[in-house]
């Protein structure tokens, strides 16, 4: 009775679903301009097993796992966004109701087809197999290329934060299978990844040490992408008769690989939402937009490429920013922050920073702070009122956790040494995890930073002031420079 997955239908899989090429009469609802199909009915028209996770408001359609109130499906390594969150009921009618067509690209790897869903007679097509790519790995002697072939031309961009080298191919969607064995194949790559969104597909290579920064050679006005991995020169006795130059030159590639060039600064709050209020009516806002304009000279200053999500008084969604930091190509993103609390007695004893890491099992109050920046969705248009990440929500978190969370600690580590004595205190250990919404999806280093309570009077009434926003601002500068180094 209690048994953690509940069984509900199973029928065999068949690897020819959709043999004969159209599955007519699916069980769709339309809602707020987003047609829904039932997930239920399209598994068991695709002979596709099915499971129900009772406990985790899962649902697995074959390979695909869909998660109720969930935006993201996913299969294994691949990620797919959704228009919106898959939903428990539609127009009174209870089922999984998954978005459509968005949620097209997940049944098209499954099946590997091209499905194409046509609106008026609710039926879902197969147009052609799958197979706009094709990839090739070229073992040279000094190195791999990688080539991509694609069918018609993308523009597309490769960055690289060590150990991690991400393509992204815009407005392209990737067939993650066609990579599965590279990391087999290759002597560079541990691990492929791959990650589908609306706008861009992404590939991210896990690389090993004995590789040197990775290329990217577009051919064919962009249909054919290579990326040239070299194989990283050893310091061996042969080698002395080489020029130093060419020595020095590649050392410096390997700790390169570890650079940070474009930081991310996000200013949190903005226009309709002012974020906490404290002592003398300081708004969050005003605060956090000050430090972030301080901070990005000082960072200028130091050599880096400074990008801001906002410069202004602007509201911007919480999904908006780390997104904005993943086009912009940025190796970290600091989202800054006024921590804040109820009560008169609690607002006159409780002050100091703390830096925040994107990790699920941080402690309640961490949780609740978490919940309190949150908040902002609430604010958003169409968006029901949700400040937690649901135990199944971590589960799709996962790669980005897998690839980012050990990194986004270093840096959270710098932060708490940089403020480390300053004239805000530490708040517990300066440090701490949770489910902070404007962090998900920035695929690289990132913090949530509370400065420090902006209901305390004596840290609101120093981050009101020009000198302690430029203290701040200097001991931020000062973690990132150390952290990039
Ligand atoms: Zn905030």
């Known amino acids: 009775m209690f048994k953690k997955f509940l069984f509900f239908f199973l029928s065999a899989f068949s690897a020819s679903a959709l043999a004969q090429d159209t599955i007519a009469n699916l069980q769709i609802e339309k809602k707020g301009g987003v047609a829904y ?20 408001d ?48 997940v049944f098209e790897r499954m099946l590997n087809k091209n499905l194409e869903y046509d609106s008026v007679s609710a039926k879902i097509v197969a147009v052609q197999t799958k197979d706009i790519w094709s990839v090739n790995l070229d073992a040279k002697n000094n190195g791999e290329v990688i080539e991509l072939k694609l069918l018609k031309p993308f523009t597309a961009e490769g960055f690289y934060v060590h150990p991690n080298y991400i393509l992204r191919i815009n407005g392209a969607a990737i067939d993650s299978a066609m990579f599965s064995d590279l990391a087999k194949k290759s002597v560079f790559i541990s691990r492929v990844f ?39 020169q050893a310091a061996s006795g042969q080698q002395k008769t080489a020029a130093p130059e060419a020595k020095t030159q590649a050392q410096d590639a390997n700790s390169t690989g570890k650079k940070i060039r474009t930081i991310v600064i996000d200013p949190g709050h903005g226009g309709k939402d002012p974020g ?22 000082k960072l200028e200053a130091n050599g880096f490429s ?29 989202s800054l922050h006024c921590n804040a609390i109820e009560g008169k007695e609690r607002q006159q004893k409780t ?17 609740a702070i978490a919940r309190r920046e949150n908040k902002a969705v609430a604010l958003e248009s169409g968006k029901k009122n949700k400040t937690d990440i649901s135990p199944a929500e971590w589960i799709i978190l996962d790669n980005q956790l897998a690839l980012y969370a050990e990194r986004s600690a270093l840096l959270a580590g710098h932060l708490v ?19 902070f919404f404007v962090l998900v999806g920035a695929y690289m280093p990132a913090v ?38």
């Open 37 to 56: 199909a039932n997930g239920i009915d399209l598994g068991k028209k695709l002979k596709m097993q099915m499971f129900w996770h009772s406990e985790a």
């Open 58 to 105: 899962i649902l697995q359609i074959g390979a695909s796992s869909w998660v109720l109130d969930n935006e993201w499906a996913s299969i294994k390594d691949t990620s797919f966004l959704l228009q919106t969150p898959v939903q428990s009921h539609i127009n009174g009618k209870q089922s999984f109701w998954l978005p459509f067509p968005s949620s097209l690209p």
């Open 194 to 232: 791959s990650i589908q969104d609306k706008q861009s597909a992404q590939l991210t290579l896990v690389l090993r040490d004995n590789c040197e920064g990775p290329e990217l050679v577009k051919k064919d006005g962009g249909k054919v992408l290579q990326i040239v991995l070299r194989k990283k």
């Open 276 to 297: 906490a209020i404290g002592h003398k009516s300081l708004q969050e806002k005003e605060v956090v937009l000050a430090v972030g304009l301080k901070l990005k000279s």
């Open 306 to 334: 400074v990008k801001m999500t906002r410069s202004t008084d602007k509201f911007i969604t919480l999904e908006e920013r780390p997104k904005m930091a993943s086009d912009w190509g940025g190796d970290l993103f600091i």
């Open 351 to 367: 002050e100091g920073f703390k830096f925040y890491i994107l990790r699920a099992g941080g402690s309640e109050e961490d949780k």
């Open 417 to 435: 040494e940089a403020f480390d004595g300053g004239s805000v205190k530490k708040l517990g250990t300066g440090a701490g995890q949770a489910g």
């Open 448 to 485: 949530l930073a509370e400065l420090g309570f902006i209901t305390n009077p004596t840290d609101g009434a120093y981050m009101a002031t020009e000198k302690g926003q430029n203290e701040l601002a200097d001991r931020l500068a000062k973690a990132i420079t150390a952290f990039a180094k």
